[in-house]
């Protein structure tokens, strides 16, 4: 039996600086709006803390659950999101134009955000079952190709920022196993070929490029988002306006509690705010990846990878639409943003991160 030691408080505690920050800015950045809809300004933030609360719970769960009762289930999970993603275009709730979720009323979650860290344990746990010999065949690289393939084909559908955070650690864990370069390019062309077509198919997605390179050509229309984001983020200056005094809160910036939370942080900490929570974001990555280094078993090792860098590409594209360098997709921030299914599954995926780093040589 493996000898467990104590989980990784280094880790943990970057994410709990993270999720300080993020109930300080849901706080400020949706105050006016619950006041308006809800006649309670703090009706975001308390949800939010219950979420926070369940999520804590579900994180402890997974940080003394068993890896090996973990991949005894990893399967049949798998194949539970597989078919909650097949039925979101047919059955899902739509809202703001998007249909991302399953759920009756105002109950709903979003099966991508289960989905994440599923896929991840499952596609760790075949690319150590194929080995390392096989996996440098390309026998082995083309069934390995069609397991990535799988949820990010089904999430691509409904969100294609979430699908690209998906594929891209999975490529993350690729590298990892020691897929060959040729491999490993040929698998980013394909997938490169993909984000085109499904851009291609869908004529907002179109839109949104087009004035992703241009949005004040459509400030009032399709690039309105771009725009407000950035006239949050440049009137911030070095040490933002003051937290709570931002005026993109008031109605002018869209999903300022959720997609757009760090353009708001932008406004009102500055560009000193905005480059701490980048900084606890790069220090997130480089422990999750040090525990990942720093494990002997090959299923665990990947799955940390993996676990941290969906995590992390996750955080890149959000703040990477916020600032104008990526066109504009429905992601959240990782621990900041608002969002119930989005934060009780992003904190049980650190914790069963967390649970990989009980497993580190000493």
Request: charged content about 10%; some cysteine; overall charge positive.
């Amino acid at each position: 039996m493996e000898r467990r030691g104590p989980a990784d408080l280094l880790l943990f505690f970057i994410m709990l600086v993270l999720l300080a920050v993020g109930l300080i800015m849901v706080l400020s950045s949706s105050s006016y709006d619950a006041m308006l809809t809800y006649d309670d300004s703090l009706y975001y933030f308390k949800r939010q803390l219950i979420f926070m609360l369940g999520g804590f719970f579900v994180m402890f769960l997974m940080m003394n659950i068993s890896p090996a009762f973990v991949k005894s289930l990893v399967a049949p999970v798998m194949l539970v999101c597989i078919v909650m993603l097949f039925l979101v275009p047919f059955i899902g709730i739509e809202v703001n134009g998007a249909r991302r979720w399953l759920g009756v009323g105002s109950i709903r979650f979003a099966p991508a955000e289960v989905a994440k860290p599923v896929v991840i344990v499952f596609f760790a746990m075949w690319l150590t079952s194929l080995g390392k010999k096989n996996l440098q065949t390309l026998k082995g690289f083309v069934y390995t190709l069609m397991v990535l393939a799988i949820i990010p084909v089904l999430v691509v559908i409904e969100d294609l920022g979430t699908a690209i955070a998906i594929a891209g650690a999975l490529v993350c864990m690729m590298i990892a196993a020691e897929v060959p370069w040729k491999y490993l390019l040929g698998t980013m062309g394909i997938g490169f070929a993909g984000v085109v077509a499904m851009i291609a198919v869908k004529p907002y997605r179109i839109k949104r490029i087009l004035v992703w390179l241009d949005p004040f050509s459509d400030p009032l229309g399709n690039g309105y988002q771009a725009v407000q984001s950035l006239y949050a983020l440049g009137s911030g200056g070095l040490f933002g306006v003051g937290l709570g005094a931002s005026r993109q809160k008031l109605m002018h910036l869209p999903e300022r509690h959720t997609d757009f939370i760090f353009s708001i942080i932008g406004e009102e900490l500055g560009f000193i705010g905005a480059a701490f929570v980048i900084l606890l974001f790069a220090l997130f990555i480089w422990r999750g990846f040090y525990i990942a280094t720093h494990l002997d078993d090959k299923f665990k090792s990947l799955t940390a990878f993996g676990l941290t860098a969906v995590i992390g590409i996750q955080a890149m594209i959000n703040i990477g639409v916020a600032v104008g360098f990526l066109p504009v997709t429905g992601i959240t921030l990782p621990f900041i943003s608002y969002g119930g299914t989005s934060l009780v599954f992003m904190l049980a995926t650190v914790g069963f991160l967390l649970n990989m780093s009980r497993y580190m040589k000493q």
